[in-house]
């Protein structure tokens, strides 16, 4: 069956998800806007297995730990949509 958690990150309390197959608990996290270690802690305690980094836009608040994420655990990133690319290259400025 398909489960998921939401976990609020960021100064902003978005909303960042973690869905996954409780049967084999192969998971991905929706929108890691930040509070990696916060994330990690839920994969560990659920006993998650990420897979994937699943994006649905590339506002700082959704994006922002996507690559740190990526390169800590060598995830792929899908998405955004390709038209958010400008997004994804604006990511350092809207950090500032």
């Known amino acids: 069956?398909?489960?998921?958690?939401?976990?609020p990150?960021?100064?902003?309390a978005q909303n960042c998800s973690l869905v996954w197959c409780d049967q084999t608990l192969q998971a991905a996290v929706i929108d890691p806007g930040g509070d990696l270690d916060l994330l990690l802690e839920?994969?560990?305690?659920?006993?998650l297995q990420l897979e994937q980094i699943w994006l649905t836009h590339a506002h700082i608040d959704h994006a922002g730990a996507a690559g740190e994420l990526a390169e800590r655990?060598?995830?792929?990133?899908?998405?955004?949509?390709?038209a958010d690319q400008?997004?994804?290259?604006?990511?350092?400025g809207q950090s500032k």
Do not use: N, S
């Open 1 to 7: 069956m398909f489960r998921y958690l939401t976990v």
């Open 9 to 12: 990150v960021t100064a902003f």
């Open 42 to 47: 839920e994969v560990a305690r659920l006993g």
């Open 73 to 82: 655990l060598g995830l792929p990133i899908i998405g955004p949509h390709e």
């Open 86 to 92: 400008f997004w994804i290259d604006g990511l350092p």
